[in-house]
């Protein structure tokens, strides 16, 4: 097979909460005349970001187009799980002309590119491009760093001190590795918001990159879809924290499943949430909720402290009405208990 004929494959990731599943629904319901596939790379055991796709699928990408790999880091699970989902793709009848991989939040995109050489699809597919989504008040306000004010202080007392922090280099590796940044939820920042976080990405970036700013995923396809960037071949030009390592992991952060029972105000569950992320530094919860009296489900997405909810679609006939949200940070900020009780959660002790 020619490299004209390979497959063409963009890699969609971000920071937690940045919009990437928002800009992937939009892909689908704009496809430019594309079929389209679509990978999930969840983190935790709840396929909240497939199944919000598969309710959006149509005859460009249909539900069997979408496939969910929530075994862990794709790029940590290459020959268990990456090829066969490819190859499965590329078995499709008819085939899809492009293939969008939604990361995990917390995915180092240039090991993943590395995957694309693996002898059983390199002659195959090829990386479109990279494309990064960026949260334009939380990279104003540096939220990707814990403490940004103890860092700074550190800094000031002692200028040989530059101690980066996990969440810093997963944003600095995204940018990086990207052919494209799109500046997401421009409008919460506003103007200097949006100015500051186009002077931090300036900052993080090792090239002239485009930033483009986009609200609710509203973009052309032709814009981000056909960049022919074969990244795979240009992974020296994508540096990253984690060059010359072997392997990467994700230890710095931890999820967790907590089951709720059902709610009476949902208005109770978004004030915890609030609470968790102020005062235990927890980055992301996503998932769903029953409420009382509600035919439809309950979809939940929180980015710090900023909740957002929306009845996605009816429970189904014998679907327990109970909700499930995957709880997500750096590993010393995940405490069970506080966070279970905060979530009112309903759990039997053999889960623990």
Request: hydrophobic share 45%; proline share 6%; glycine share 8%.
């Amino acid at each position: 097979m020619s490299d004209l004929a390979k497959l063409p494959v963009t890699v969609i990731t971000g920071f937690l909460g940045s919009g990437k599943t928002t800009l992937v629904r939009q892909l689908m319901q704009n496809p430019g005349g594309k079929r389209l596939a679509v990978i999930v790379n969840e983190f935790g055991d709840v396929g909240v970001d497939g199944d919000i796709l598969k309710s959006c699928a149509i005859p460009d990408c249909p539900a069997e187009n979408i496939m969910e790999l929530a075994n862990g880091c794709i790029c940590c699970t290459v020959a268990d799980d990456f090829i066969p989902t490819i190859e499965a793709l590329m078995a499709l009848d008819p085939r899809p002309d492009h293939i969008l991989i939604e990361t995990s939040g917390l995915a180092l995109p240039k090991p993943l590119l590395k995957a694309f050489d693996w002898p059983d699809i390199r002659s195959k597919i090829t990386v479109d491009g990279v494309i990064a989504l960026a949260d334009a008040e939380a990279v104003a306000a540096g939220r990707f760093a814990p403490d940004v004010a103890r860092v700074d202080a550190q800094r000031l007392a002692d200028d040989s001190i530059d101690h980066e922090t996990p969440l810093s280099e997963v944003f600095e590796d995204q940018i990086s590795c990207a052919d494209i940044i799109l500046l997401t939820k421009p409008d919460l920042a506003g103007s200097e918001g949006v100015a500051r976080a186009k002077e931090v990405i300036g900052a993080a970036s090792p090239r002239a990159i485009p930033v483009m700013e986009v609200a609710e995923g509203m973009i052309d396809p032709r814009i981000i879809l056909g960049l022919e960037a074969a990244a795979e071949d240009d992974t020296d030009a994508r540096p990253s924290h984690h060059d010359g390592a072997d392997d990467h992991e994700h230890d710095d952060f931890e999820s967790i499943v907590v089951d709720i029972p059902e709610l009476t105000d949902p208005t109770d569950l978004v004030r915890a949430i609030e609470g968790l992320a102020r005062d235990h530094n927890i980055l992301r919860i996503k998932g769903y909720a029953a409420v009382s009296g509600k035919p439809m489900r309950l979809l939940v997405q929180a980015v710090g402290a900023r909740v957002r909810h929306q009845f996605d679609r009816p429970w189904t006939a014998g679907e327990a009405r109970h909700g499930r949200l995957v709880v997500i940070a750096e590993h010393e900020n995940i405490d069970r208990d506080v966070i279970h009780a905060a979530l009112g959660a309903a759990r039997a002790e053999a889960a623990e």
